[in-house]
């Protein structure tokens, strides 16, 4: 069992930055690749970015690469997703989730990941 805690969302101006962290329970951290979703109203939840229990691969979506990286600190049991040049269709819930699936690339599905996070507000104005 994982339990997921966001912090870091915001209200932020379009071009500006945030830092969003994912604090986890648990003792086994590292043998979960982890995943950055986000919901914006009205719309489905889409990937933005995930990465592989150890740390050694990322994915990006199109939409988010060059500007966002993630990363992760398994003695410290965190993930964090940097948002740089942000931009206003970036205004969503951002949730953080944890996939069992031990494979080289993190999984970009939401159908993969088995815990989820409560979600933290980002929202850019222009």
């Known amino acids: 069992q994982v339990q997921l805690v966001e912090s870091g969302g915001g209200l932020v101006q379009a071009g500006g930055s945030l830092r969003l962290s994912c604090a986890a329970s648990?003792?086994?951290?590292?043998?979960?690749?982890m995943g950055w979703f986000r919901q914006a109203p009205g719309k489905e939840r889409e990937f933005v970015a995930a990465?592989?229990?150890?740390?050694?691969?990322?994915t990006y979506a199109d939409s988010v690469k060059g500007r966002f990286t993630i990363s992760r600190d398994n003695a410290k049991n965190m993930v964090y997703l940097q948002m740089n040049s942000l931009k206003p269709e970036d205004t969503a819930v951002y949730y953080c989730?944890?996939?069992?699936?031990?494979?080289?690339?993190?999984?970009?599905?939401?159908?993969?990941?088995?815990?989820w996070g409560q979600g933290t507000q980002v929202t850019v104005s222009s």
């Open positions: 989730a944890a996939s069992r699936m031990l494979v080289p690339a993190a999984p970009a599905s939401p159908k993969h990941y088995d815990y």
């Open positions: 648990g003792r086994t951290f590292s043998n979960y690749g």
């Open positions: 990465i592989n229990y150890s740390g050694g691969s990322t």
